[in-house]
């Protein structure tokens, strides 16, 4: 069986540092998963040019081309590594309209791996204020080491080239991802919930309809 890890960046420049920690993150997770015996494909989602796609999604409701394509790589994925540059102190807004976009239990139960960038590590801890919050709201598996890259990651003039100490967050992160993924520990399958194409299939009767409407909301 092949693992399918999808790699989003939503980096705005080119190149850009999260294209740059995108990269070594979905290398360290195909390198980690391969440690285990599995056959691993690593499929990367670049945002920007899906940006118009995004604006028209939001106000048509409707997903076409590429950006259908990516949003389907995603719901299928195994296992997803989502790197933000960071704005305002939070994720980018191309970054948020995607998963905004995205229909609603695509990402249950799946395992992510959360990662930003930024040009000073004051910002780090946007991974645990915006990023961890988001993807727990959207009921994924959070994997516990998030992974934050300065500038001064990347060498002192931004060369590219990232410090022993990044590689060692990397490696830690895409461990946990890949223990996740395919080893001990795996969460159990999210239960089966209807898509949109379900509905349309085989749409449910208008007597379940009211009849699940007075039953009420499930007590907690």
């Known amino acids: 069986m092949t693992r399918r890890i999808v ?28 440690a285990r015996g599995e056959e691993v494909a690593v499929e ?27 949003l389907e790589s995603v719901r299928r994925a195994d296992g997803l590594v989502v790197v933000t540059p960071v704005f305002s102190a939070s994720y980018s807004g191309l970054f948020k309209t995607f998963f905004d976009v995205m229909e609603t239990g ?29 993807f727990a709201y959207l009921h994924a598996v959070v994997v516990p080491t998030g992974v934050f890259a300065a500038s001064e990651d990347f060498g002192a003039a931004g060369g590219g080239t990232a410090s022993d100490e990044l590689h ?24 089966a919930r209807r898509l949109v194409e379900d509905e349309f299939a085989a749409p449910t009767d208008f007597a379940t309809l009211l009849q699940r409407a007075s039953d009420g909301p499930p007590a907690y």
């Not at 190149?15 to 390198?31: K, V």
């Not at 040019?49 to 409701?61: S, V």
């Not at 060692?168 to 239960?191: C, H, M």
């Open 7 to 34: 790699v989003v960046s939503a980096g705005l420049s080119v190149p850009s540092s999260t294209r740059l920690l995108a990269d070594l993150l979905g290398e360290a997770t195909e390198q980690a998963i391969g």
């Open 44 to 70: 990367y989602v670049e945002l920007r040019p899906l940006a118009h796609a995004l604006a028209d999604n939001l106000l048509t409701g409707f997903a076409g081309g590429e950006l259908a394509g990516a």
């Open 106 to 134: 695509a990402l249950d139960g799946k395992p992510v791996l959360i990662a930003a960038t930024a040009g000073t590590a004051r910002h780090s801890l946007v991974l645990e204020h915006a990023l961890r919050p988001l």
């Open 168 to 191: 060692k967050r990397v490696e830690r992160a895409a461990a946990e991802l890949a223990a996740l993924v395919s080893g001990p520990g795996t969460p159990a399958p999210a239960a």
